[in-house]
């Protein structure tokens, strides 16, 4: 069974105006998404030790992510305030808790190690594992957000073997640069989310375009995390690269169907 780590970032969506909350956060989405592909996962992290964390590890618990290396630490627990117009989800304050203190140790690196790829992002505070996990010989996939050009972004890609990150405004010309910028610092794949103009890859030199898969949208709450998961889980299971782009699009339209990211 394909298994992935997932390090970094964790917290409670809380969606204003209507009181709804999820729980979240980018590795946290897609340890949940790989589970719900037939996958093994892990998360690794830390929740305070309040309603909140109490909530994120009861619901990964439920969905079989193995939680034993999630550190509850005295504190509150990250929460991301959301907004959803016309399905569309808008991000607004994001109060980070006790995940500012949140570094992986030796023993959490250890424990990635037994993973078949690590994923983490520009939020999780665990670029600086990513060299250690490398030289070990394990695949590490990481999430630029919206901002590869970033500083954490530049010194993760350089231990990174898969990237991604997101641009719905960029033109063509303007996104390829883009991608070949990120790919020059180390990563053999880049992959670009484009929101409903689907995705663009960079792989061996080549790009690469995908479509959505159609779906009805009710909220797009974890629809990039929801292509991450099924791209790197179709890579594991020895797909190419137009192979991968589907299942990443097929993996999203699942999530875009209903609210919260899970």
Avoid: Q
């Avoid at 990964?60 to 550190?71: A, F, I, M, N, P």
């Avoid at 033109?171 to 929101?195: C, E, H, K, M, Q």
């Amino acid at each position: 069974m394909i298994r992935i780590a997932c390090v970094g970032d964790n917290c409670v969506d809380v969606y204003d105006g209507t009181g709804e909350s999820y729980p979240g956060g980018n590795p946290v989405n897609v340890a949940v998404y790989i589970r719900r592909l037939g996958g093994s996962a892990s998360y690794i992290g830390a929740v305070g030790g309040d309603a909140g964390g109490r909530m994120l590890l009861s619901a990964l618990g439920e969905r079989g992510v193995d939680v034993s290396r999630v550190r509850v630490l005295p504190g509150a627990t990250a929460v991301t305030h959301v907004s959803r117009i016309n399905g569309e989800r808008v991000f607004g304050e994001y109060d980070e808790g006790v995940t500012a203190d949140f570094r992986p140790s030796p023993e959490d690196v250890e424990f990635m190690c037994s993973h078949d790829l690590v994923v983490s992002g520009i939020w999780g505070h665990a670029e600086g594992c990513l060299g250690e996990l490398r030289r070990r010989g394990i695949p590490v996939a990481f999430d630029c957000s919206e901002y590869p050009e970033d500083a954490v972004s530049a010194a993760a890609l350089k231990n990174t073997d898969i990237a991604f990150f997101s641009d719905d405004v960029s033109d063509d010309a303007a996104l390829r640069g883009r991608i070949r910028a990120a790919a020059a610092l180390g990563p053999a794949i880049v992959a670009a989310t484009r929101g409903g103009r689907g995705s663009l890859v960079l792989a061996g030199g080549n790009f690469y375009e995908g479509s959505i898969t159609p779906c009805s949208v009710a909220d797009t709450m974890g629809a990039g995390d929801s292509f991450i998961a099924g791209f790197l889980y179709a890579r594991l299971g020895g797909a190419d690269i137009p192979a991968c782009i589907r299942a990443g699009s097929d993996c999203s339209a699942v999530t875009l169907g209903y609210y919260g990211a899970w």
